[in-house]
């Protein structure tokens, strides 16, 4: 096995049991490796810290299996890591049935980096983002199947980070037949179309599965603004909950029609509570704004603005922008449920970015809750990056509203 040496003081963060070891942490490499593989990773006097993936052409330039000396990366390492990873779902989630979907392993967070695999009733979904993924691509799909009894596996790794780890994106069948355009899921008792070969992600944000049912919560009586609404998730629990009225806005003609197929599968095929709008969010909220709408509750959820940290000045912006006009469209006591998705913001910089928002409005605010990712999408202690969901419940104070 070579080794990868690292520069004196550089261990900390591996001591720590941070997954990550990125190129300047580096001294020497010893030995021959190919991208992938695993490499023994020792201090600058030799001392063994982990067991990693090797990827020469990334900045994270090793991603650690396992801390442990004595134990080896390879088909029966995998095997015990997948199925533990599937145990903690079968807790989180004891009562999903054959239609459910959900996330059954998260990377790093679940201790295998680089692999995500989702279900979509009987599908498998899987991104392989590293280059360590990519090395046990086979006997991963090999295990999967194996432990899941699912015999149609669909890959997603069309994805930009594949790009930093000198892959190219990836699409297609991996194991047994092309999936459906449409397969039919059930997610807190609403049934939705989702497309794994063309939408978003893996085909759904899965990551928002107990956000959703928080907004129906909320919805009861309201007129609601959902923005970015996709293919209808927020939208239709926002019915179901009693939404007095709900208008969504996307700029994609594709999801919009998406939306319309899962209202109706819900029965919900009311015309006058929800229209659908397509048009770019930006605009369509300052031609709210011009034309004096208002409603009770607005949901924004936009794209990853920030997927680094270079992005962040300019995601700031953008956060800035549509939280400032969602502020101005809200009613006295409403609420404007408001999210990031961006790894690269954290939760005290998206408050920060709010709160600047709700000043420039002239608005005072309360949060009323914190929302972040599905617990299907865990993050491990030892790797805070794994949080990348935040979201935050607001109330308008109705007397300081001007």
């Known amino acids: 096995m070579a080794v990868l040496v690292l520069k004196p003081g550089r261990e900390k963060s591996v001591l720590r049991h941070?997954?990550?070891?990125?190129?300047?942490?580096?001294?020497?490499?010893?030995?021959?490796?190919q991208p992938g593989e695993t490499v023994e990773v020792v201090s600058s006097q030799g001392e063994f810290l982990a067991k990693a993936a090797y990827s020469p052409m990334s900045q994270i330039v090793a991603r650690v299996w396992t801390w442990d000396k004595?134990?080896?990366?390879?088909?029966?390492?995998?095997?015990r890591k997948l199925a533990r990873s599937f145990e903690t779902r079968t807790f989180i989630f004891p009562e999903i049935g054959c239609n459910g979907a959900l996330r059954l392993v998260h990377a790093e967070s679940d201790g295998l980096p680089g692999i995500i695999v989702d279900r979509y009733a009987d599908i498998l979904v899987v991104q392989f983002l590293s280059a360590g993924a990519e090395f046990w691509r086979e006997i991963l799909l090999d295990l999967l199947t194996k432990l899941t009894g699912i015999s149609i596996v669909y890959e997603r790794s069309d994805v930009d980070v594949r790009r930093l780890e000198g892959l190219s994106e990836k699409t297609g069948v991996l194991r047994g037949v092309e999936p459906p355009e449409k397969i039919l899921i059930e997610e807190n008792g609403l049934l939705l179309?989702?497309?794994v070969r063309n939408g978003h992600k893996t085909g759904y944000y899965l990551d928002q599965r107990r956000n959703r049912v928080r907004v129906r919560e909320y919805s009861k009586g309201r007129d609601v603004l959902d923005c970015f609404c996709y293919t209808g998730?927020?939208?239709i629990n926002a019915i179901n909950g009693g939404a007095k009225s709900v208008l969504a806005v996307d700029s994609s003609v594709d999801a919009l029609e998406r939306a319309r197929e899962n209202l109706n599968l819900n029965q919900q095929a009311d015309s006058v509570k929800i229209s659908w709008h397509e048009g770019d969010v930006f605009?369509?909220?300052?031609?709210l704004r011009d034309r004096d709408a208002s409603f009770d509750m607005i949901v924004l959820d936009p794209p990853k603005f920030a997927p680094t940290i270079s992005h962040v000045e300019r995601a700031a912006r953008g956060y800035k922008d549509i939280n400032l006009l969602a502020f101005k469209l809200l009613r006295p006591g409403g609420l404007l449920v408001t999210f990031s998705c961006s790894g690269g913001v954290s939760e005290e910089l998206f408050q920060k970015i709010v709160a600047g928002a709700a000043l420039d409005a002239g608005v005072h605010?309360?949060?009323?809750?914190?929302?972040?990712?599905?617990?299907?999408h865990p993050v491990a202690l030892n790797f805070p990056e794994g949080t990348y969901l935040k979201g935050l419940v607001l109330m308008a104070d109705s007397e300081q509203l001007r």
């Open 18 to 33: 941070h997954p990550w070891i990125y190129s300047g942490a580096v001294a020497a490499l010893r030995g021959t490796v």
């Open 70 to 79: 004595e134990e080896v990366v390879g088909p029966e390492f995998l095997y």
């Open 193 to 195: 179309y989702v497309d």
């Open 233 to 235: 998730g927020f939208s």
């Open 283 to 287: 605009l369509v909220l300052r031609n």
């Open 365 to 376: 605010a309360q949060i009323l809750e914190r929302l972040g990712q599905s617990p299907d």
